[in-house]
């Protein structure tokens, strides 16, 4: 399976301090809902039709309070948890596929290159009806997730739907390490380079230098970037901040703002190391949430780079991972944060210096999915600290990107819909690229131009 909807995640902390904190009194009301609670389990364990375990209903109990929250704070079984800790180091064994939930259907957006699924021909479209004989009509994205992945060298069998083909067929793949790779990079032309982030995880900032340093070699010399950041869920926030910190050589990349003193955190960028003799282009969409807001809106307002493409998620809240003692853990909304000129995107995301939809001549066989949802169509989200007016989609869909059980529930950042005229990523065939080029090159024509009429 592909890249997980992780969001903004800051790295774990304990909240206790040293000697014995002071107890504070609990309100009269608190008491009052937590007898109301046990009274509730106990008439339900008393009365249901089936038998019940006190387990299954704490945990129900559990999952619906913080459901109430925002979206995208959830309780972690201890499977969940270790599928978060096995995803932010981008390896785990399963078949090597993207997946969304597309109007109640699994269906693949994409496989990932040289993976069981890359090689057995499953291509982006099929509709996956059944996994392991069992039908996945309404199955959750976590539940898909949890019987695709698997020890090494253990099979799995698909049942597809393709539209080119009348029939139901079957793929049996055997499950292999998948190894995410977060940094893909290539030069386009000679001396303007590309890199695309696929999600913000351990040492995805190392792997950026590398290959910009191998790009830089190849080129003898940038002269333009194109940073791609479109569908890239999220992920780390110190990875964020590394590889914003990348291009700034100065200044606040972002800061925090919760209710706790360690929830306020401010994160600024360094000279050493810092790339920024060529101009850049950011990409980015709807797909574009968290972490990939924070690099977007640093650049920006620091006016490093041009963002180019559509509005992003907009999703402006830090969840923390706070483990408990039985190995499981809370997944909780702690602060919202806010790029370096003091914005919140939340709930309206990072708007592009240049808009640009990703279209395309060539009439499509059918027609695109609609509008994609966004953080500010999901129920109970966090509203923006100044209130400002946040758009709302008309009949929005719900296109989640492939997830793994870190971030259950409705909160999963939406992935682009199917274009098969468009490849992300070539140019030539998105747009969207091939007018970041442009600009790129344009400036240095402009560039050029100043020099010669100062000389």
């Known amino acids: 399976m592909g890249v997980a909807a992780l969001g903004v995640l800051l790295a774990v902390f304990f909240s206790g301090r040293g000697g014995v904190d002071r107890v504070q009194a609990v309100p009269k009301e608190s008491y009052e809902g937590l007898e109301t609670f046990t009274n509730i389990l106990a008439i339900v364990q008393k009365n249901y039709v089936d038998d019940v375990q006190t387990k299954q209903l704490i945990e129900g109990a559990?999952?619906?309070?913080?459901?109430?929250?925002?979206?995208?704070?959830?309780?972690?079984?201890?499977?969940?948890?270790?599928?978060?800790?096995?995803?932010?180091?981008?390896?785990?064994?399963?078949?090597?596929?993207?997946?969304?939930?597309?109007?109640?259907?699994?269906?693949?957006?994409?496989?990932?290159?040289?993976?069981?699924?890359?090689?057995?021909?499953?291509?982006?479209?099929?509709m996956i009806m059944k996994i392991e004989g069992e039908f996945t009509k309404d199955m959750s994205l976590v539940d898909a997730v949890k019987k695709m992945r698997g020890p090494k060298d253990t099979k799995v069998t698909l049942t597809l739907k393709r539209e080119s083909m009348p029939e139901l067929f079957d793929?049996?793949?055997?499950?292999?390490?998948?190894?995410?790779?977060?940094?893909?990079?290539?030069?386009?032309?000679?001396?303007?380079?590309?890199?695309?982030?696929?999600?913000?995880?351990?040492?995805?900032?190392?792997?950026?230098?590398?290959?910009?340093?191998?790009?830089?070699?190849?080129?003898?010399?940038?002269?333009?970037?194109?940073?791609?950041?479109?569908?890239?869920?999220?992920?780390?926030?110190?990875?964020?901040?590394?590889?914003?910190?990348?291009?700034?050589?100065?200044?606040?990349?972002?800061?925090?703002?919760?209710?706790l003193e360690n929830q306020k955190q401010k994160y600024f960028a360094h000279k050493p190391g810092t790339w920024s003799d060529f101009p850049m282009v950011v990409l980015v969409n709807a797909g574009s949430a968290s972490a990939s807001?924070?690099?977007?809106?640093?650049?920006?307002?620091?006016?490093?780079?041009?963002?180019?493409?559509?509005?992003?998620?907009?999703?402006?809240?830090?969840?923390?991972?706070?483990?408990?003692?039985?190995?499981?853990?809370?997944?909780?909304?702690?602060?919202?944060?806010?790029?370096?000129?003091?914005?919140?995107?939340?709930?309206?995301?990072?708007?592009?210096?240049?808009?640009?939809?990703?279209?395309?001549?060539?009439k499509a066989d059918k027609p695109l999915p609609g509008p994609l949802l966004r953080e500010a169509d999901l129920p109970r989200h966090l509203h923006h600290p100044k209130g400002e007016k946040i758009r709302k989609n008309v009949e929005p869909r719900e296109p989640e990107s492939e997830v793994t059980p870190s971030a259950p529930g409705p909160g999963q950042t939406p992935s682009e819909g199917i274009n098969p005229n468009i490849k992300e990523g070539e140019l030539g065939a998105d747009p969207q690229l091939d007018h970041a080029l442009e600009l790129l090159k344009s400036w240095q024509v402009f560039k050029t131009f100043v020099a010669r009429r100062e000389g």
């Open 293 to 362: 807001e924070i690099v977007a809106g640093a650049l920006q307002d620091h006016k490093r780079a041009l963002v180019l493409g559509t509005t992003t998620f907009g999703k402006g809240s830090v969840q923390t991972i706070l483990p408990l003692d039985d190995s499981s853990a809370l997944r909780l909304t702690t602060a919202r944060y806010f790029t370096p000129n003091g914005r919140s995107i939340q709930a309206t995301g990072i708007v592009p210096d240049i808009t640009l939809e990703q279209t395309t001549l060539a």
């Open 62 to 126: 559990i999952n619906g309070m913080l459901a109430a929250l925002d979206p995208h704070s959830a309780y972690l079984t201890p499977d969940l948890y270790k599928e978060l800790q096995v995803d932010t180091k981008g390896s785990f064994g399963g078949l090597g596929i993207e997946i969304t939930n597309r109007n109640g259907v699994l269906t693949v957006v994409s496989p990932i290159e040289d993976t069981p699924a890359y090689r057995a021909g499953i291509k982006a479209g099929d």
């Open 171 to 259: 793929v049996t793949l055997m499950r292999e390490v998948i190894k995410i790779q977060s940094v893909k990079s290539k030069m386009l032309e000679k001396g303007y380079a590309y890199i695309r982030l696929t999600q913000f995880q351990e040492r995805t900032d190392d792997d950026c230098e590398r290959a910009l340093k191998a790009l830089d070699k190849e080129a003898g010399g940038l002269q333009g970037l194109v940073l791609d950041l479109r569908n890239d869920p999220g992920g780390l926030l110190t990875q964020a901040v590394k590889i914003s910190d990348l291009f700034l050589d100065s200044g606040m990349i972002v800061y925090t703002d919760g209710r």
